[in-house]
Every structure is written in C-alpha cells, then in structure tokens.
C-alpha cells in the first residue's frame, strides 16, 4: 500500500494553518491580527492533527483487516480486536440476539476456520479530554507501532507536541494570548509534518513485513 487516503487529506488540510502563517507574516505591525492569526494556527493545528492520527490508524486497521486473516494477523492488532469485543459483549450482555452476534465474533477470530475479520470494529479515537503525549503513545501502541511510538527521533517530536499541546489548552480554556511568532507556528507544523511522514514510512514497513511472512505460509482458501 503505497498511499494513505489520511495523509493526503492531512497535506490538503493544512494548507489552511499556511493561510493563516502567511496572513500573520504580512500582518506583524498589527499586533491584533498577528496574535489572532498565530493563535488560531495552533488551535487548528492541533485538531488536524488529532483528526489525522485518528483517521489514519482506522485506514491502517480497514487495510489489515481486509487483506490478512484471523490466522496472518499480528497479535497487536488481534488484541485489540478482542479487547474491543469484549467491552462490546459488556454493553450488550442482556440482549440475546446481540449478545450471541459478539459471541460469534470470538469464534471467528479465535476459531480454526481461516477468515477475514473486515466486518470487526477498532477503536482509535483518542480519550475524551486527553490531548498530550500519553494519549498519542497510547493509540499508537495499541495498533502495534511500539517502536515507532518510543523511538529517540519521537522524543524530540513529543517535546514539541507537548509544548503545543500546553499552548492550545491555555487558549482555549483560558483564554490567554501566548507570545508567539509566526515563525514559532512554523516550526510546530514542521514538527508535527514530519511525524506525520515518518508514521507513513513506518506503516508501509509493517504491511511489506506482513505480507513477506504471509508469502512464507502455505495458502489457504479464506472463508466469509
């Protein structure tokens, strides 16, 4: 899979915070405007972002699940189908039908038929409220990008987002106007660019890894 359907849209949508740059540049003698159009880089900056990692990990899940088995799957992201199924099967434990529907989905995955599991569902959104470096390890970790997640390249990368992250929050909910250049905004959305590039590279790495191990199995005719 050389494309991700995710970054494109992240690379489309990010030209608004460069409208934004570009408008607090030639707006600096004017120090309403240069603050508004900073401010409101950062905030954009940090739900595109968070609508990216989202969106992407559910585009990584969807290609898995529809080209690998229960049987070629890695256990992380078998793990987190399970833990899925299970707080479903809580929430419908009293309804018959439904509850038998969620018992049949552990047969499936945990059975000896070889199956697709493209019909299971995966949850990457982040934790309501939760913004910070935790929250993004978390969802990355989840879905197997352990390495990726406590890489020493990232720990650079998780300075700036946390910074980034403080900013935003101090925006929002107190409504303060930090001192920033339009330069500083630069530098996040570059930060914040390049994971975004790296975390692409690395999924193509875990899929070529997956269908090299998958190629070293005998085929099996796979079942609906």
């Known amino acids: 899979m050389n494309n991700f359907e995710s970054v494109s849209d992240f690379k489309e949508a990010i030209k608004e915070i460069h409208v934004l740059i570009d408008n607090a540049n030639i ?9 508004t159009f900073n401010k409101s880089s950062i905030v954009l900056l940090c739900g595109k972002f968070e609508s990216f990692l989202e969106s992407f990990l559910e585009e990584f ?12 799957l890695d256990s992380f992201i078998k793990e ?22 969620v018992l049949m989905k552990f047969v499936k995955i945990l059975g000896e ?14 934790n309501y409220g939760k913004h910070g470096q935790n ?6 970790k989840k ?5 990726f ?8 990368f998780y300075a700036k987002f946390n910074s980034l992250n403080n900013i935003r929050n101090n925006i929002l909910h107190q409504d303060s106007t930090p001192s920033l250049t339009h330069q500083d905004v630069t530098n996040y959305l570059m930060a914040v660019e390049n994971f975004v590039d790296n975390l692409f590279e690395v999924a193509k790495e875990v899929i070529v890894e997956m269908k090299n191990n998958y190629c070293q199995h005998t085929p099996m005719v796979i079942g609906g």
């Open 113 to 126: 038929q070889e199956v697709l599991c493209n019909d299971f569902e995966i949850n990457a959104k982040f």
């Open 27 to 35: 707006s600096i003698d004017d120090n309403l405007q240069y603050r």
């Open 80 to 101: 987190h189908l399970i833990e899925v199924l299970i707080h479903e099967l809580e929430n419908k434990k009293n309804n018959l039908s439904k509850r038998e529907e």
């Open 143 to 147: 879905f197997g990008f352990n390495d």
């Open 149 to 156: 997640a406590d890489s020493e390249e990232n720990k650079v």
């Open 61 to 72: 899940s969807y290609y898995i699940l529809n080209n690998f088995s229960n049987k070629n």
């Open 135 to 140: 929250e993004v390890t978390r969802l990355l």
